[in-house]
């Protein structure tokens, strides 16, 4: 059997753990089969139990944008922990991963370090609530904002005004509060915020959607949620956990020409290691503790390990601009390559990309909002999925998931990868 190792170490998993992963995409639900167990990784390349080697097109979902087991991010966080590990109060390299972090974002001038993109997320729609004196919120249906309850929230029929629950344990109280639009809708925002005049705190959105595949936003959407948030006084969030330091310097905001209120990152800023981070003018950060009345803490947060892995892999990127550049091309090789394939084979698909982001839909119709990613065929991804896994190839295991490239990849790697998709087709 190919996979005996991983399978037996999944079986042992399940003992201890729930579902036998620490967060649930890892099962491979979506496709069926069984995870395959990682013993390390170096470059483009994964290695599993077993001993089978992958290039890997998800880069631990975004932060490894320099590929795995990158020398600087390695020596950087070595040399740190030789001089302790936390300390629970002030260091240095806090100020500096932030300087670089704000000298680098486009619209920022303070940033608040925390350990992931949830705990992000989650800090920052608490900082627009205290700031804003409101309570609502408006997100997108089919963008992921982590874990926190006000963000597990599912589109109803149509533009409802009431989200509810997407899984026990949210309360309808928490729920109430987040309402639902459609991505690239922007007339049913619209509604939606009159229908609320002055109760909206926050519009929060992923400006290049990644968690319903790839979606890119129209540029009438994204600029009337823009010109909208000004005029009625609500803040625009971007949620740049997994745009930002890899569509660009600045992420979305300086790819797409938009400025938000307050920007959320996680992924890239870490190195691979835990962190997130909230960010904005200093007047909004202002209102957070202990400067201002807002509260938001964490133990470990401005890790001294994270904090050397992110300045180490930060200044790479901003002393290397070219691997942006580098990046989308790759990107859109591999889009052309597989485009033609499934093309040629007669597989109805949608290919969408922006920068190191890309998806595969097996549907007709062009994917712009959840609705439209949903349709694609499910039975094709798994095919495909598998098909790829089996050559090598290590894909999101789920049609809900994009590409995250790193530059570790070579032109000789996307082209295995073109000839694996014409071999599953
Ligand atoms: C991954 C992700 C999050 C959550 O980050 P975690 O570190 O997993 O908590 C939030 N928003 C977006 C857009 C993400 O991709």
Redesign the pocket.
Same mark, same amino acid.
């Given at each position: 059997m190919r996979y005996q190792r991983s399978s037996a170490l999944f079986a042992e998993a399940k003992k201890f753990i729930p579902g036998g992963v620490n967060?649930p995409v890892r099962a491979f639900k979506a496709v069926g089969g069984e995870p395959i167990f990682i013993k390390k990784a170096s470059g483009a390349y994964l290695y599993d139990e077993d001993g089978h080697e992958y290039i890997d097109y998800i880069s631990s979902? +975004?932060p490894l944008i320099l590929g795995h087991a990158h020398e600087p991010v390695l020596n950087a966080v070595i040399a740190k922990a030789k001089e302790g590990t936390s300390f629970g109060i002030p260091t240095q390299i806090e100020t500096q991963l932030a300087q670089l972090a704000v000298e680098m974002v486009p619209h920022i001038d303070k940033i608040r370090f925390v350990n992931?993109?949830?705990?992000?997320?989650m800090s920052a729609v608490r900082l627009a609530r205290g700031y804003t004196g409101k309570d609502k919120i408006i997100k997108f249906a089919g963008?992921?904002?982590?874990?926190s309850d006000s963000f597990l929230i599912q589109a109803g029929s149509g533009a409802v005004t009431f989200g509810s629950p997407n899984s026990p344990g949210v309360t309808q109280g928490t729920a109430k509060d987040t309402l639902l639009a459609n991505y690239n809708d922007l007339e049913g925002v619209k509604t939606l915020v009159a229908a609320n005049k002055g109760q909206i705190a926050a519009i929060i959105i992923?400006p290049v959607a +990644?968690?319903m595949g790839c979606i890119v936003p129209t540029e009438p959407f994204i600029k009337g949620l823009r010109n909208l948030c000004t005029e009625e006084g609500i803040l625009l969030l971007f949620?740049?956990?997994?745009?930002g330091f890899r569509l660009a310097k600045g992420g979305a905001q300086e790819a797409l020409g938009i400025a938000a209120d307050i920007v959320?990152f996680?992924?890239v800023i870490g190195g691979g290691l835990?962190v997130?981070a909230f960010a904005a003018s200093a007047e909004i950060m202002s209102h957070l503790a202990p400067e201002g009345p807002v509260y938001q803490a964490g133990t470990l947060s401005g890790n001294p390990l994270a904090m050397s892995a992110g300045l180490a892999m930060l200044t790479e990127l901003n002393n290397k601009p070219g691997t942006f550049d580098s990046l989308a091309k790759k990107t859109a090789f591999l889009h052309q390559g597989i485009a033609d394939v499934l093309t040629q084979k007669g597989v109805p698909h949608q290919i969408n990309r922006f920068g190191s982001m890309v998806s595969v839909h097996f549907c007709e119709a062009p994917v712009i909002d959840f609705a439209s990613a949903a349709k694609g065929n499910n039975d094709t991804f798994k095919t495909y999925f598998h098909g790829m896994l089996d050559q090598g190839i290590y894909l999101p295991p789920s049609a809900f998931e994009s590409y995250f490239l790193n530059d570790a990849i070579s032109y000789a790697d996307l082209e295995r990868t073109v000839q694996a998709v014409a071999k599953v087709f």
């Open positions: 967060s979902w +975004g992931s993109g949830t705990e992000a997320c963008c992921y904002h982590g874990h992923e +990644g968690n949620d740049e956990v997994m745009t959320m996680g992924k835990p997130g």
